[in-house]
């Protein structure tokens, strides 16, 4: 049955934000197809329908895409949340390894985007919300093929943007903090680790895996995804949450050795 509801696709929405943006666009009065590769895995939810989806795969997006088509006969939202990590200094990650990341968090993202464009041109509307991360404009070490994935997904973001908004659509970037979800369970650690790298990256890691256990709630991210996908004159650019604006305000002004300093302190990298 086609429906006037606006239509909103969620990827990676098994858990934390993804599926949290699917409550809260749900709460918002939005129709909402969640999406995962394992959707019977999905923790809660409720009755709002879970589709499988590989974003890593051509036939999967597009079989997904054709499903809720067939289905409301629009997409007016698109979430793109699906992503993976990996934990690994540059020298101890193969090729391989890095390439799996790009493919899922940059080149799915595409897929999908790619997936939409011609429906909401059609309809001369419609929002391509990409989840990136404070990774995006602050690299975080040992996390080059991450940092790599979410820098370039912010940079094609702006340049579509440019390209459709006399098409009725616009594309927004969500660059959280630190959050609250399973990512460390979800991320891999390089196949090859060899020292000096191993213990190295030892401090860092207890770091990062501190910071998300105090981030923000996945809620918060998400209805900054529901204002992305609502107001009337979207930005391009959300900081959804404090230490997101805390860092871009800091790296924009204060000179760089300074900030690099403060960095690596607050990461606890080794120093010499």
Do not use: W
């Not at 895996?209 to 979207?234: K, L, M, S």
């Not at 959300?238 to 805390?246: C, E």
Request: charged share 25%.
């Amino acid at each position: 049955m086609k429906t006037k509801r606006r239509v909103a696709l969620v990827t990676g929405a098994s858990s934390g934000i993804g599926r949290a943006c699917v409550q809260q666009l749900a709460s918002a009065g939005l129709t909402v197809y969640g999406t995962s590769r394992h959707p019977k895995r999905r923790r809660g939810g409720g009755d709002l329908p879970m589709l499988a989806l590989d974003v890593c795969y051509d036939d999967s997006v597009r079989t997904c895409v054709d499903r809720v088509i067939s289905e409301t006969g629009r997409i007016d939202v698109l979430v793109n949340n699906a992503g993976v990590g990996l934990e690994g200094a540059v020298e101890e990650t193969s090729l391989d390894e890095i390439r799996a990341v790009l493919e899922t968090n940059f080149f799915g993202a595409v897929r999908m985007m790619r997936a939409v464009l011609p429906i909401m041109r059609k309809r001369r509307s419609g929002r391509i919300i990409n989840i990136g991360s404070a990774a995006g404009f602050l690299p975080m070490p040992y996390s080059a093929a991450y940092s790599a994935s979410k820098h370039a997904l912010r940079g094609f973001s702006e340049s579509l943007d440019h390209e459709v908004r006399k098409l009725g659509i616009r594309v927004s970037v969500i660059e959280p903090g630190f959050v609250r979800t399973d990512i460390v369970e979800h991320s891999t650690v390089a196949a090859a680790p060899f020292e000096p790298y191993t213990s190295a990256r030892s401090n860092p890691a207890r770091a990062f895996r501190q910071a998300i256990a105090r981030g923000v709630d996945p809620n918060v991210v998400a209805r900054t995804v529901v204002e992305a996908a609502t107001e009337q004159y979207p930005r391009l650019r959300y900081l959804p949450d404090g230490t997101a604006r805390v860092v871009s305000l800091f790296r924009d002004v204060l000179p760089s050795p300074l900030f690099d300093f403060a960095f690596r302190k607050q990461i606890q990298m080794n120093e010499d």
